[in-house]
C-alpha cells in the first residue's frame, strides 16, 4: 500500500512540493508578520524590515497598554464571547445535527421542502435579515439580553447541511436498516449507530458554528446596548476607533497603536486556534474509527 | 415515545420501507431545528420580503422599491462590480480548493494534518481583527509583501487599491480566509471515499489524476455542490472585505461598491429599510437562481440510496 | 435510480415558480402607496419640540468613545448625586457611522435611545436634527442659556445648526493652519508664506533646490477641507434645510486645483495620505510645510511622524492675494447631542455643558476646544509640553475665528467622496482639474440619494 501510495516520479514530488511551500507562504506570511508585529514599537512596524524580530519585553509593553485600555476590557470581551459561542455551540449542535441525520436518513412528508426552506434561508442576505431579527426580539421582550445574541447565533443551517451531505454520502442506510431489524427503536438507530460515525461532522459543524459566532460582529453589535456585554469583535471595533491610527479626534493621549492592536487580534484568535485543534483531532479520530468499522 | 414508535414499524412491510421508514420519528429529529428555523429563519425573511413590498407607512408598494432601485446610479456599478468579482472568486476558489484538498489527500497524514492548521489559520482572522493587518500590507512601504506589489509596478497604497485591482484584491483576502475551512470540509469528504476503492483504481493502472478526476471528484460532488452555492452566495453578499480594506485606507473604496453595501447604505445612511429589502431580495434570487441549478445538475437533495 | 426526480422537481419548481410570479403581479397590481421614500415628509419643514415627560433625577444614559470616557467619569465624579449609565462605542470615528445605525433601529421600536451621545463625526450634526422626530433636542430652545451658546468660537456651532435651531454642542475644532518645519525652513533660508501664492512659488523652488521635500499633500480624505475649503469653494453649501448648492467650475475651486495640480506635477506635494505606513516611513521627516489641522500638532508630527521637540510651528492659514482676508477650513470636530426622547433633558443638559465648556475637563483635552475659554487653558497646557517651536496659542485662536462660513456638514461625507474618488483618479495620473467634473458628479448624486436637492 505504502509503495503504490508514494508519488512516481521526481517531477510529481518536486510539484507538490512547490506548491505546497506556495500555499503556505501565501496562507502563513500574513501570520508570521503579525506574530513579529507584536514585539516590535509602533515606530519599527512601519519602519523596519517586516520580518525583523523586536524585543520580548515588546510584547510585555503591548500587553500593558491593551490591558489598561478601559481597565482590563479585552478579558470581558473574551469572557462574553466565549458566554456566547459556547452557548450557543451547544443549541446548535442539539437542534442541528439530528435534524440533519433526520433529513439524510429517514423519510417524512415535507423533507424536500424543509431541505429547500433552508437553502432559501441561508441565501439570504444576512444585513435584511438584522431588521428583522431586531424587531422580533424587541418585540418578545428579549432585546438587551444575552439570549437576543445567543438564540440567532443557534440557528445554523449551514450545519444542518453539512450533517445532511455527510450522512447521506457517508453513511449507508442499510447499515440503520440492518440496526431497525435487529429491533432497535429510532432513538437507539441514531444513538448507537448514527452517532458513533457523526464524530467528523459534529466536529465540522461545531468547529464553524464557534468560528462564525466568535467573530460575528454586526449581530450583536445591533443587538447589545450595553458595553459590558459586548463579545470581543464589537470590543475590537471600539479598540480600533480609539486607536490614534483612525481616531485623530482622540488627540495623541492614547497608546493603542500597532503592536497593540497586533496583540489584541492575536489574543481573540486563540480560542479559534484550540477549537479549531480540537475539532481536527476529533475529525481524524472520528475517521479512523470509521475505518476499523469497515 | 421512541420505543412506541419503533414497535409501530418493526411489524411492517420489509424490503424498500424497512430502509425508509415513513413516519414521526423524522419530525422528533428535526422539531428543534425547526423552531429555530422558523424564528431566525423563515419569519425575517417574511418580513423583509414583505418590507421591499411596502413603504415606510405600510403601505404596499408592489416592485416599486425594486425599480426604484434599480434606477439607482449606483446599481449597475456595484452589479458590475460583483459579476466581475464572482468570476474571479469562483474560479479560484473551486479550482484551488479541490486541488489542494486532493494534493493533501492521501499523502502523510501528519504534515497533511499541519499543512490543514497552516491553511486555516488565516481563517480566524476574519472581521474587525484583520484591519490592522491589511492596513500594512496593502502599503507597499511596509508591507511583507512589498517586493511583490513592487514588481507588479504598486509602489503606493493608491496604487494597490486602484479601482480595476479590487476584484482580485478582494478575492485574495477572501481566498486567504476563506479557503482554509472549504479545505478542510473538503479534505473530510474525501477521506470517506473508502481506500479499497482508491486502491483497486490504482492496481488496476489508473495515474493519480485519473483516480482524482474519475473518482475522487465525481464521489464528493454533493459538497462540491455545496461549496458552489455557499460561494455564490457569499460572493453576491459581498460585504467584509470591501468595509475592511476601506478602513485600512481610509476611505478609498467607496461606500457602495458592492450591492450588500449598498442595502447598508440605503438601511443606515438613508433610514430607507425597504430599498434596502429590495436590494437583498435581489441577492436572494440571484442565489436561488445559481443554487436551484446546481441542485437540480447534482441531485444535491436526493438521498443516496447505495 | 432517480431519473424521475429531476423532471418531479422542475415540475414543481415551475409550480411554485408560476406561484410566485402570480402572487407578485398581484401585488404590483393591488399596490397603492408609492415607494418614494421622500414622499413620507421624512425631511419636512422643522417640527417643534415636544420633549416627552420628564423625570426628575432618573438614570442618563452616556454615549461616548473611549477618549471621553474618562471625562464623564470626571463628570461622574464631580457631581455623585446624578445617577449615569456609560456605554462606550466607537464614537463614529473614521467615517463609521454606529450611532446613526442604532438610532435607525431604536427609532423602529421607539425605544433604547441614549440620552447623551458623543459622536467624532460632525456630519452627524445633519441627519440627528432630521426627520420626523430628530434624535437631537434643540440646545437653544431653553436647554443651555445662550450665554454659554455664546462662548463658542465663531461658527463652531454651525454643523449644529438647521434651519436655524442649533442642536448640539461643538467639542472640538480642527481648524486648520499652516504646519511648518521651523528647523528645516531656517536651514534652507526660506520665509514663511501668507499666500497662496508665495506658497505656490515656495513649492515650486523646493522642488527644483531640494526635490523630495513636501509642502502639502492632497491624497489625504480630509484635503477638501484643508484646500477648498479654505479657498472658498463652494463645495458643499448648505442654503436652506435641504438644498445644496455644488458647483466645482465655480472659479474659487478652480484656482486651488490649478495650484496644487502644479506642486503635484513639480512633485512637492504628495498624492499620498499623511497616515499610510509608506508615507510615515519615505516621506515624514521631508515635510518642510503642510497645511492640515490644529490636531496635526501632536497626533500626526509628533506621535506619528515622531519629529522631535523644538522643530514644528504652526502659521496662520493662507491667503489669496485678490481676496479681502484670509479663509481656514475644518476637519472634523466632535458634537454632543442631547436626545430629543430623553427623560432627564436638565441632567443631560448638564453633563454636555460641563464636557464641552469646562476647563477641568477640556484643558487637558486631546484636541483644541471650540469653547473659546477652555481652548485658552488648553493652548496654555500646550505651551508647557514645550513641543512646538513657537508659541501655537495666537496662530491657533485667530485661526479658530476664520473658518468659512460658507461649507456646510451634509448627511454625506465629503471626505469619503474625495478619497473614494479623487484620490484613484490622482493616483492614476489624472490631475486634480481633470477630476473635478467627476467629483461634482459623485458629490451630487450622493446628496441626491439622500433627499437633497442639488443646484
Given at each position: 500500500?505504502?509503495?503504490?501510495?508514494?508519488p512516481?516520479?521526481?517531477?510529481?514530488?518536486?510539484?507538490?512540493?512547490?506548491?505546497?511551500?506556495?500555499?503556505?507562504?501565501?496562507?502563513?506570511?500574513?501570520?508570521?508578520?503579525?506574530?513579529?508585529?507584536?514585539?516590535?514599537?509602533d515606530?519599527?512596524?512601519?519602519?523596519?524590515n517586516?520580518?525583523?524580530?523586536?524585543?520580548?519585553?515588546?510584547?510585555?509593553?503591548?500587553?500593558?497598554?491593551?490591558?489598561?485600555?478601559?481597565?482590563?476590557?479585552?478579558?470581558?470581551?473574551?469572557?462574553?464571547?466565549?458566554?456566547?459561542?459556547?452557548?450557543?455551540?451547544?443549541?446548535?449542535?442539539?437542534?442541528?445535527?439530528?435534524?440533519?441525520?433526520?433529513?439524510?436518513?429517514?423519510?417524512?412528508?415535507?423533507?424536500?421542502?424543509?431541505?429547500?426552506?433552508t437553502?432559501?434561508?441561508?441565501?439570504?442576505?444576512?444585513?435584511?435579515?438584522?431588521?428583522?431579527?431586531?424587531?422580533?426580539?424587541?418585540?418578545?421582550?428579549?432585546?438587551?439580553?444575552?439570549?437576543?445574541?445567543?438564540?440567532?447565533?443557534?440557528?445554523?443551517?449551514?450545519?444542518?447541511?453539512?450533517?445532511?451531505?455527510?450522512?447521506?454520502?457517508?453513511?449507508?442506510?442499510?447499515?440503520?436498516?440492518?440496526?431497525?431489524?435487529?429491533?432497535?427503536?429510532?432513538?437507539?438507530?441514531?444513538?448507537?449507530?448514527?452517532?458513533?460515525?457523526?464524530?467528523p461532522?459534529?466536529?465540522?459543524?461545531?468547529?464553524?458554528?464557534?468560528?462564525?459566532?466568535?467573530?460575528?460582529?454586526?449581530?450583536?453589535?445591533?443587538?447589545?446596548?450595553?458595553?459590558?456585554?459586548?463579545?470581543?469583535?464589537?470590543?475590537?471595533?471600539?479598540?480600533?476607533?480609539?486607536?490614534?491610527?483612525?481616531?485623530?479626534?482622540?488627540?495623541?493621549?492614547?497608546?493603542?497603536?500597532?503592536?497593540?492592536?497586533?496583540?489584541?487580534?492575536?489574543?481573540?484568535?486563540?480560542?479559534?486556534?484550540?477549537?479549531?485543534?480540537?475539532?481536527?483531532?476529533?475529525?481524524?479520530?472520528?475517521?479512523?474509527?470509521?475505518?476499523?468499522?469497515? | 415515545?421512541?420505543?412506541?414508535?419503533?414497535?409501530?414499524?418493526?411489524?411492517?412491510?420489509g424490503?424498500?420501507?424497512?430502509?425508509?421508514?415513513?413516519?414521526?420519528?423524522?419530525?422528533?429529529?428535526?422539531?428543534?431545528?425547526v423552531?429555530?428555523?422558523?424564528?431566525?429563519?423563515?419569519?425575517?425573511?417574511?418580513?423583509?420580503?414583505?418590507?421591499?413590498?411596502?413603504?415606510?407607512?405600510?403601505?404596499?408598494?408592489?416592485?416599486?422599491?425594486?425599480?426604484?432601485?434599480?434606477?439607482d446610479?449606483?446599481?449597475?456599478?456595484?452589479?458590475?462590480?460583483?459579476?466581475?468579482?464572482?468570476?474571479?472568486?469562483?474560479?479560484?476558489?473551486?479550482?484551488?480548493?479541490?486541488?489542494?484538498?486532493?494534493m493533501?489527500?492521501?499523502?502523510?497524514?501528519r504534515?497533511?494534518?499541519?499543512?490543514?492548521?497552516?491553511?486555516?489559520?488565516?481563517g480566524?482572522?476574519?472581521?474587525?481583527?484583520?484591519?490592522?493587518?491589511?492596513?500594512?500590507?496593502?502599503?507597499?512601504?511596509?508591507s511583507?509583501?512589498?517586493?511583490?506589489?513592487?514588481?507588479?509596478?504598486?509602489?503606493?497604497?493608491?496604487?494597490?487599491?486602484?479601482?480595476?485591482?479590487?476584484?482580485?484584491?478582494?478575492?485574495?483576502?477572501?481566498?486567504?480566509?476563506?479557503?482554509?475551512?472549504?479545505?478542510?470540509?473538503?479534505?473530510?469528504?474525501?477521506?470517506?471515499?473508502?481506500?479499497?476503492?482508491?486502491?483497486?483504481?490504482?492496481?488496476?493502472?489508473?495515474?493519480?489524476?485519473?483516480?482524482?478526476?474519475?473518482?475522487?471528484?465525481?464521489?464528493?460532488?454533493?459538497?462540491?455542490?455545496?461549496?458552489?452555492?455557499?460561494?455564490?452566495?457569499?460572493?453576491?453578499?459581498?460585504?467584509?472585505?470591501?468595509?475592511?480594506?476601506?478602513?485600512?485606507?481610509?476611505?478609498?473604496?467607496?461606500?457602495?461598491?458592492?450591492?450588500?453595501?449598498?442595502?447598508?447604505?440605503?438601511?443606515?445612511?438613508?433610514?430607507?429599510?425597504?430599498?434596502?429589502?429590495?436590494?437583498?431580495?435581489?441577492?436572494?434570487?440571484?442565489?436561488?437562481a445559481?443554487?436551484?441549478?446546481?441542485?437540480?445538475?447534482?441531485?444535491?437533495?436526493?438521498?443516496?440510496?447505495? | 435510480?432517480?431519473?424521475?426526480v429531476?423532471?418531479?422537481?422542475?415540475?414543481?419548481?415551475?409550480r411554485?415558480?408560476?406561484?410566485?410570479?402570480?402572487?407578485?403581479?398581484?401585488?404590483?397590481l393591488?399596490?397603492?402607496g408609492?415607494?418614494?421614500?421622500?414622499?413620507?415628509?421624512?425631511?419636512?419643514?422643522?417640527?417643534?419640540?415636544?420633549?416627552?415627560?420628564q423625570?426628575?433625577?432618573?438614570?442618563?444614559?452616556?454615549?461616548?468613545?473611549?477618549?471621553?470616557?474618562?471625562?464623564?467619569?470626571?463628570?461622574?465624579?464631580?457631581h455623585?448625586?446624578?445617577?449615569?449609565?456609560?456605554?462606550?462605542?466607537?464614537?463614529?470615528?473614521?467615517?463609521?457611522?454606529?450611532?446613526?445605525?442604532?438610532?435607525?433601529?431604536?427609532?423602529?421600536?421607539?425605544?433604547?435611545?441614549?440620552?447623551?451621545?458623543?459622536?467624532?463625526?460632525?456630519?452627524?450634526g445633519?441627519?440627528?436634527?432630521?426627520?420626523?422626530?430628530?434624535?437631537?433636542?434643540?440646545?437653544?430652545k431653553?436647554l443651555?442659556?445662550?450665554?454659554?451658546?455664546?462662548?463658542?468660537?465663531?461658527?463652531?456651532?454651525?454643523?449644529?445648526?438647521?434651519?436655524?435651531?442649533?442642536?448640539?454642542?461643538r467639542?472640538d475644532?480642527?481648524?486648520?493652519?499652516?504646519?511648518?518645519?521651523?528647523?528645516?525652513?531656517?536651514?534652507?533660508?526660506?520665509?514663511v508664506?501668507?499666500?497662496?501664492?508665495?506658497?505656490?512659488?515656495?513649492g515650486?523652488?523646493?522642488?527644483?533646490?531640494?526635490?523630495?521635500?513636501?509642502?502639502?499633500?492632497?491624497?489625504?480624505?480630509?484635503?477638501?477641507?484643508?484646500?477648498?475649503?479654505?479657498?472658498?469653494?463652494?463645495?458643499?453649501?448648505?442654503?436652506?434645510?435641504?438644498?445644496?448648492?455644488?458647483?466645482?467650475?465655480?472659479?474659487?475651486?478652480?484656482?486651488?486645483?490649478?495650484?496644487?495640480d502644479?506642486?503635484?506635477?513639480?512633485?512637492?506635494?504628495?498624492?499620498?495620505?499623511?497616515?499610510?505606513?509608506?508615507f510615515?516611513?519615505?516621506?515624514?521627516?521631508?515635510?518642510?510645510?503642510?497645511?492640515?489641522?490644529?490636531?496635526?500638532?501632536?497626533?500626526?508630527?509628533?506621535?506619528?511622524?515622531?519629529?522631535?521637540?523644538?522643530?514644528?510651528?504652526?502659521?496662520?492659514?493662507?491667503?489669496?492675494?485678490?481676496?479681502?482676508?484670509?479663509?481656514?477650513?475644518?476637519?472634523?470636530?466632535?458634537?454632543?447631542?442631547?436626545?430629543?426622547?430623553?427623560?432627564?433633558?436638565?441632567?443631560?443638559?448638564?453633563?454636555?455643558?460641563?464636557?464641552?465648556?469646562?476647563?477641568e475637563?477640556?484643558?487637558?483635552?486631546?484636541?483644541?476646544?471650540?469653547?473659546?475659554?477652555?481652548?485658552?487653558?488648553?493652548?496654555?497646557?500646550?505651551?508647557?509640553?514645550?513641543?512646538?517651536?513657537?508659541?501655537?496659542?495666537?496662530?491657533?485662536?485667530?485661526?479658530?475665528?476664520?473658518?468659512?462660513p460658507?461649507?456646510?456638514?451634509?448627511?454625506?461625507?465629503?471626505?469619503?467622496?474625495?478619497?473614494?474618488?479623487?484620490?484613484?483618479?490622482?493616483?492614476?495620473?489624472?490631475?486634480?482639474?481633470?477630476?473635478?467634473?467627476?467629483?461634482?458628479?459623485?458629490?451630487?448624486?450622493?446628496?441626491?440619494?439622500?433627499?437633497?436637492?442639488?443646484?
Amino acid at each position: 500500500m505504502h509503495r503504490t501510495r508514494r508519488p512516481r516520479s521526481l517531477a510529481a514530488r518536486l510539484a507538490w512540493l512547490i506548491v505546497m511551500a506556495l500555499a503556505v507562504l501565501f496562507f502563513c506570511v500574513p501570520v508570521v508578520w503579525l506574530l513579529l508585529a507584536t514585539t516590535k514599537t509602533d515606530g519599527q512596524i512601519v519602519r523596519d524590515n517586516p520580518f525583523s524580530f523586536g524585543s520580548p519585553t515588546a510584547i510585555a509593553d503591548a500587553w500593558h497598554h491593551l490591558y489598561a485600555f478601559q481597565e482590563g476590557a479585552i478579558l470581558t470581551w473574551l469572557k462574553n464571547s466565549a458566554l456566547y459561542t459556547f452557548g450557543a455551540l451547544a443549541i446548535t449542535l442539539v437542534t442541528s445535527i439530528p435534524a440533519g441525520y433526520a433529513l439524510a436518513l429517514t423519510q417524512f412528508i415535507g423533507r424536500r421542502m424543509l431541505l429547500t426552506i433552508t437553502m432559501l434561508v441561508m441565501l439570504m442576505p444576512t444585513a435584511a435579515m438584522v431588521l428583522p431579527l431586531y424587531l422580533g426580539m424587541n418585540a418578545v421582550h428579549l432585546d438587551g439580553t444575552i439570549w437576543s445574541v445567543i438564540l440567532p447565533f443557534s440557528f445554523f443551517p449551514f450545519g444542518v447541511y453539512l450533517t445532511y451531505i455527510y450522512f447521506s454520502s457517508n453513511v449507508p442506510a442499510d447499515l440503520l436498516s440492518a440496526a431497525r431489524i435487529d429491533g432497535c427503536s429510532e432513538w437507539q438507530v441514531f444513538r448507537l449507530v448514527a452517532m458513533p460515525l457523526a464524530k467528523p461532522v459534529i466536529a465540522l459543524v461545531g468547529f464553524f458554528n464557534f468560528v462564525g459566532n466568535w467573530n460575528n460582529f454586526f449581530l450583536p453589535f445591533v443587538m447589545l446596548p450595553d458595553s459590558s456585554q459586548y463579545p470581543a469583535q464589537v470590543g475590537l471595533n471600539n479598540l480600533l476607533a480609539a486607536s490614534p491610527l483612525f481616531n485623530t479626534s482622540g488627540g495623541a493621549g492614547n497608546q493603542i497603536m500597532r503592536p497593540e492592536l497586533a496583540l489584541a487580534t492575536l489574543v481573540t484568535i486563540v480560542p479559534v486556534l484550540i477549537v479549531f485543534l480540537f475539532s481536527q483531532r476529533a475529525l481524524v479520530a472520528g475517521m479512523l474509527a470509521g475505518a476499523t468499522k469497515e | 415515545m421512541t420505543t412506541h414508535l419503533a414497535t409501530e414499524r418493526s411489524g411492517r412491510r420489509g424490503g424498500r420501507s424497512a430502509r425508509n421508514p415513513v413516519g414521526r420519528a423524522g419530525y422528533v429529529f428535526v422539531s428543534g431545528y425547526v423552531l429555530f428555523l422558523l424564528a431566525f429563519g423563515v419569519l425575517p425573511t417574511v418580513y423583509a420580503v414583505w418590507l421591499a413590498l411596502s413603504n415606510s407607512r405600510n403601505q404596499l408598494v408592489g416592485i416599486g422599491n425594486f425599480t426604484r432601485t434599480f434606477t439607482d446610479y449606483r446599481f449597475g456599478p456595484a452589479f458590475l462590480h460583483i459579476g466581475l468579482y464572482l468570476v474571479v472568486w469562483l474560479a479560484s476558489l473551486m479550482i484551488l480548493v479541490v486541488l489542494l484538498s486532493l494534493m493533501l489527500h492521501g499523502r502523510m497524514r501528519r504534515a497533511s494534518t499541519t499543512l490543514r492548521f497552516l491553511f486555516y489559520l488565516p481563517g480566524a482572522l476574519a472581521g474587525v481583527a484583520s484591519v490592522l493587518l491589511f492596513l500594512i500590507l496593502l502599503d507597499p512601504a511596509a508591507s511583507p509583501v512589498g517586493w511583490l506589489l513592487k514588481g507588479f509596478g504598486w509602489n503606493t497604497l493608491a496604487q494597490v487599491n486602484a479601482p480595476g485591482h479590487l476584484p482580485v484584491l478582494f478575492t485574495v483576502i477572501a481566498f486567504w480566509t476563506g479557503a482554509g475551512g472549504w479545505i478542510v470540509v473538503m479534505y473530510g469528504a474525501l477521506n470517506s471515499i473508502p481506500d479499497e476503492i482508491l486502491e483497486a483504481a490504482r492496481i488496476d493502472g489508473a495515474s493519480t489524476l485519473q483516480i482524482a478526476l474519475r473518482i475522487q471528484i465525481p464521489m464528493i460532488t454533493k459538497w462540491i455542490a455545496y461549496m458552489l452555492i455557499l460561494a455564490f452566495a457569499a460572493g453576491t453578499q459581498l460585504f467584509v472585505e470591501p468595509q475592511l480594506v476601506s478602513l485600512a485606507s481610509w476611505g478609498m473604496i467607496p461606500d457602495s461598491w458592492s450591492p450588500n453595501q449598498l442595502s447598508y447604505q440605503y438601511a443606515f445612511q438613508a433610514g430607507d429599510f425597504n430599498g434596502a429589502a429590495a436590494l437583498s431580495i435581489d441577492l436572494l434570487v440571484l442565489g436561488l437562481a445559481c443554487a436551484a441549478l446546481v441542485v437540480f445538475r447534482t441531485g444535491l437533495f436526493d438521498r443516496d440510496e447505495r | 435510480m432517480n431519473s424521475d426526480v429531476p423532471v418531479t422537481s422542475r415540475r414543481q419548481v415551475r409550480r411554485v415558480a408560476g406561484a410566485a410570479l402570480g402572487a407578485v403581479s398581484l401585488l404590483a397590481l393591488s399596490a397603492c402607496g408609492s415607494a418614494d421614500p421622500a414622499a413620507a415628509g421624512a425631511s419636512a419643514s422643522p417640527v417643534t419640540f415636544k420633549p416627552v415627560k420628564q423625570e426628575e433625577g432618573s438614570q442618563i444614559t452616556v454615549w461616548a468613545d473611549a477618549a471621553r470616557v474618562p471625562g464623564v467619569q470626571a463628570y461622574q465624579k464631580a457631581h455623585p448625586d446624578v445617577k449615569i449609565k456609560i456605554v462606550t462605542y466607537s464614537g463614529d470615528a473614521n467615517g463609521a457611522n454606529d450611532l446613526q445605525t442604532k438610532v435607525r433601529l431604536f427609532d423602529r421600536t421607539g425605544s433604547g435611545w441614549p440620552d447623551v451621545a458623543f459622536s467624532a463625526n460632525v456630519n452627524d450634526g445633519s441627519w440627528t436634527t432630521q426627520g420626523k422626530t430628530p434624535f437631537a433636542a434643540p440646545v437653544d430652545k431653553g436647554l443651555i442659556p445662550q450665554s454659554t451658546l455664546n462662548g463658542f468660537a465663531y461658527g463652531a456651532l454651525n454643523p449644529c445648526k438647521f434651519n436655524g435651531t442649533t442642536y448640539c454642542l461643538r467639542n472640538d475644532l480642527a481648524q486648520n493652519v499652516l504646519w511648518y518645519n521651523k528647523k528645516l525652513l531656517d536651514k534652507f533660508g526660506y520665509s514663511v508664506p501668507t499666500t497662496w501664492e508665495e506658497y505656490e512659488a515656495l513649492g515650486k523652488k523646493v522642488a527644483k533646490e531640494h526635490p523630495g521635500y513636501l509642502v502639502g499633500t492632497a491624497g489625504d480624505a480630509w484635503s477638501p477641507e484643508v484646500y477648498f475649503w479654505a479657498s472658498q469653494c463652494p463645495a458643499s453649501t448648505v442654503t436652506d434645510g435641504n438644498k445644496v448648492k455644488v458647483d466645482l467650475q465655480d472659479a474659487k475651486c478652480t484656482r486651488m486645483a490649478k495650484l496644487l495640480d502644479s506642486l503635484i506635477a513639480q512633485g512637492s506635494v504628495s498624492k499620498d495620505t499623511v497616515f499610510s505606513a509608506g508615507f510615515v516611513k519615505n516621506q515624514a521627516s521631508k515635510v518642510l510645510m503642510l497645511p492640515g489641522p490644529s490636531w496635526y500638532g501632536q497626533v500626526l508630527f509628533n506621535s506619528t511622524f515622531k519629529i522631535p521637540k523644538g522643530q514644528i510651528a504652526a502659521a496662520s492659514p493662507l491667503k489669496f492675494q485678490g481676496d479681502a482676508k484670509n479663509y481656514t477650513g475644518n476637519v472634523g470636530g466632535g458634537l454632543w447631542f442631547v436626545s430629543s426622547h430623553s427623560k432627564n433633558l436638565k441632567a443631560s443638559a448638564d453633563l454636555v455643558t460641563w464636557m464641552t465648556t469646562s476647563n477641568e475637563y477640556q484643558a487637558t483635552a486631546g484636541t483644541y476646544p471650540a469653547y473659546k475659554e477652555a481652548a485658552v487653558a488648553w493652548l496654555a497646557g500646550q505651551k508647557k509640553t514645550g513641543y512646538f517651536a513657537q508659541d501655537v496659542g495666537p496662530v491657533f485662536q485667530d485661526a479658530a475665528e476664520l473658518v468659512w462660513p460658507g461649507w456646510s456638514a451634509t448627511q454625506y461625507s465629503q471626505e469619503a467622496i474625495y478619497s473614494s474618488t479623487v484620490v484613484p483618479a490622482l493616483n492614476s495620473g489624472k490631475t486634480l482639474t481633470d477630476t473635478l467634473g467627476t467629483w461634482q458628479t459623485a458629490i451630487t448624486d450622493k446628496a441626491k440619494s439622500l433627499g437633497y436637492t442639488v443646484n
